[in-house]
């Protein structure tokens, strides 16, 4: 299977909650990331959080991560139109290199 | 700060013309990273530097990518000869290494081969 796996689309209404998942491969990961990709647009740093931490919450975005189950989790906050993007979970360390294994990304779509 | 820079931002060529891509790093930032995204493959990772040297290029295709890093402010991505299935967006991004656990991406270079 793939190394950073990720559902493809997501579809929630607007104001609600978005939950966007990932699983990972490599527990030597170092840190977790999620980012944001409008159309047409770079790659935009959302958070990240350390391995050995189990949450981290900013603003509307909240972290979860599972080591035992190599589960990451963005929830998303009251989700507005201008979340509607591309996003994707990255993971650090593998191998103890440096570059991010990414997913394939999910597409968050808003709905009114 | 000006982020991370690439130029440019979107090319066409021809089949078998050579193609080069450039970065400047944020300002400070001692790693360099190329990633190329296609719908197929996704990001992948094609080669890092640290402190100009390159550590990583297992994920560069084929001989016929090279990369170099002259100095701490430049990089470029070489494609030649250039072939359609090279089509794809490529981005840069740097960061402050050894306590940087973030890195900033550029906005991508947008590559067509026809």
């Known amino acids: 299977g793939e190394d950073v796996e990720q559902s493809l689309f997501l579809s929630v209404r607007e104001g609600d909650s978005s939950v966007i998942n990932c699983t990972y491969t490599?527990?030597?990961?170092?840190?977790l990331y999620w980012y944001k990709q409008e159309p047409g647009a770079g790659l935009q740093l959302l958070t990240y959080?350390?391995?050995?931490?189990d949450m981290k919450q900013d603003q509307r975005l909240t972290v979860l991560l599972n080591k035992k189950d190599k589960h990451l989790s963005l929830r998303i906050a009251d989700t507005q139109t201008g979340d509607s993007a591309i996003y994707f979970c990255?993971?650090?360390?593998?191998?103890?290199?440096?570059?991010?294994?990414f997913g394939k990304g999910t597409h968050l779509i808003i709905q009114p | 700060d000006a982020g991370v820079i690439q130029s440019p931002r979107h090319e066409v060529t021809e089949m078998g013309q050579e193609v080069t891509l450039r970065c400047k790093p944020i300002?400070?930032?001692?790693?360099l990273f190329w990633y190329r995204q296609t719908m197929m493959r996704g990001l992948e990772l094609l080669i890092y530097?640290?402190?100009?040297?390159?550590?990583?290029d297992s994920g560069m295709p084929e001989d016929r990518f090279s990369a170099k890093m002259p100095n701490a402010s430049f990089s470029t991505l070489k494609i030649q000869p250039s072939e359609p299935r090279d089509s794809a967006v490529y981005f840069c991004?740097?960061?402050?290494?050894?306590?940087?656990?973030?890195?900033?991406f550029g906005p991508g270079t947008r590559l067509l081969v026809l």
């Open positions: 991004a740097s960061s402050l290494r050894p306590s940087g656990e973030t890195q900033y």
């Open positions: 490599d527990s030597s990961s170092t840190y």
């Open positions: 959080i350390f391995s050995n931490m």
């Open positions: 990255a993971e650090k360390g593998r191998g103890g290199a440096d570059g991010l294994t």
């Open positions: 300002s400070g930032h001692n790693s």
């Open positions: 530097f640290n402190n100009n040297v390159p550590i990583d």
